[in-house]
């Protein structure tokens, strides 16, 4: 009997040093305690300009240079496989181009000043394709697919010199989204999803060449799953190939704006609050196959693609938590709360110590950095004259662009900082101000 108690008082001790040691809901794991302090984040306010309208999507960073897009993560996602990385490199981060798409037209800006490059009317922001450049007569060209003149459908390449089209041709039918690039094309050719359930392929030119009829109306964008061309089809929003018969077991009832398609046949989908992983294969006869792998479900609905860092899937949620997950089997590695509700895309800055996260949570006055590898505040970045941040924040290079809303909130602005990461202070413990920003204009 005294042996039994003994052992029953040892387990009791040994539960509650355990207890002791986790950490509390909207903390890092147990590990992260013994972890070194985070790096500091310096910014400070290059310049802020007034945009005519508020962005019709995602800001879109460029290299008129036609550079290839730079190795990475799958995530956020861009329409291909695998999607570039978030952040390009430094070293051509004062060529790079950022695209503000608007109702009606396209801006092109410098990231260095703010300065207009060139502003192409007539096309909708929402259809340009968040792809690399492709090689035109007039240098590297952006695909286009939108409504034209008397809303007639259009299919355009824009100049990324100028923002001239170098090809502009007539569609038959009203397009449902951007167009995607055909993998392995040379010329290049292009799918366009169009109103009514169709898909339409097109040359280099703009020509049709052929169209696929889908059972529903088709969610944008088209994807890329294990190396083939994939829409989102009717109000079940199946996940199906383009010209290739129904996989078995299909992902289904996700939202499509919270697709991320990435390398090795993986795909990523988020149907409310449950985030799940697909493993896709292609199938000899063509298409694919999928099979579930894992399924997490969180405290929130998914917005916002998530972000593939290596076998890390980074995901944020409405309620008000950064996610990390293991790719292969879905462990929780960290969550941290971020203290308002993340429908944006988290973005990816590296640096020399490491990569951090970029958490921009709409329509509030504040952006959080995050180390990646345990979720670990970097600090806290204010927007100008407490003024809110709006969806669609990118990064060029060290550079971190968004547009911002200022009271009275009437007018929308792009508002850019230069970002530095700095070690650790010397002596600094977890936790005792440990990446605190310089205020926003102020030289660190």
């Known amino acids: 009997m005294r042996r039994l108690l003994a052992i029953t008082a040892a387990l009791a001790g040994a539960a509650a040093a355990v207890l002791a040691m986790a950490p509390s809901p909207g903390e890092s794991p147990l590990f992260s305690r013994k972890a070194p302090p985070p790096p500091r984040v310096r910014a400070e306010l290059a310049w802020e300009i007034v945009l005519p309208e508020a962005p019709d999507g995602e800001l879109l960073v460029v290299d008129p240079a036609g550079a290839p897009a730079p190795p990475g993560s799958c995530g956020p996602c861009a329409p291909g496989e695998p999607a570039a990385a978030s952040e390009p490199p430094r070293a051509s981060a004062d060529r790079l181009l950022v695209l503000v ?34 090689a035109s007569p007039r240098g590297p060209a952006l695909a286009w697919a939108g409504a034209g003149e008397a809303g007639a459908g259009a299919f355009a390449l824009l100049a990324l010199a100028d923002g001239a089209p170098v090809v502009r041709r007539s569609l038959d039918g009203v397009p449902a989204g951007p167009p995607l690039p055909l993998p392995g094309a040379s010329p290049p050719r292009w799918l366009v999803p169009l109103e009514g359930g169709a898909v339409e392929l097109l040359d280099a030119a703009g020509r049709p060449l052929e169209r696929t009829v889908l059972p529903g109306e088709v969610h944008p964008p088209l994807l890329l799953v294990a190396g083939w061309p994939a829409a989102i089809v009717g109000k079940a929003r199946r996940l199906l190939p383009v010209g290739r018969p129904a996989p078995r077991r299909a992902p289904e009832r996700f939202d499509p704006r919270a697709v991320a398609a990435c390398a090795e046949g993986g795909l990523f989908t988020a149907r409310g609050r449950e985030v799940t992983r697909w493993r896709c294969r292609r199938l000899r006869r063509g298409g694919f196959r999928c099979r579930r792998r894992w399924t997490q479900v969180l405290g929130g609905k998914v917005l916002a693609p998530p972000l593939v860092l290596g076998e890390t899937l980074v995901v944020g949620s409405l309620d008000t938590h950064v996610y990390a997950f293991l790719r292969r089997n879905g462990h929780l590695l960290w969550r941290r709360s971020v203290g308002h509700r993340v429908a ?52 060029a290079g060290h550079r971190l662009l968004v547009p911002v809303r200022p009271p009275p909130y009437r007018e929308t602005r792009l508002a850019c900082w230069e970002i530095r990461v700095l070690p650790p202070e010397p002596g600094n413990g977890r936790g005792k101000g440990a990446g605190n920003l310089a205020p926003a204009g102020e030289q660190p």
């Open 101 to 134: 798409p608007l109702p009606g037209a396209v801006e092109a800006r410098r990231p260095a000043d703010g300065s207009l490059a060139w502003r192409a009317e007539g096309f909708d922001g929402k259809g340009l394709a968040a792809a690399a450049p492709v």
């Open 344 to 395: 944006s895309p988290v973005l990816r800055l590296g640096s020399d110590q490491g990569d951090l996260l970029v958490v921009l949570p709409e329509a509030t006055p504040e952006a959080r950095f995050l180390r990646a590898s345990d979720g670990e505040p970097a600090g806290t970045l204010a927007g100008p004259g407490e003024a809110v941040f709006l969806r669609g924040g990118a990064l």
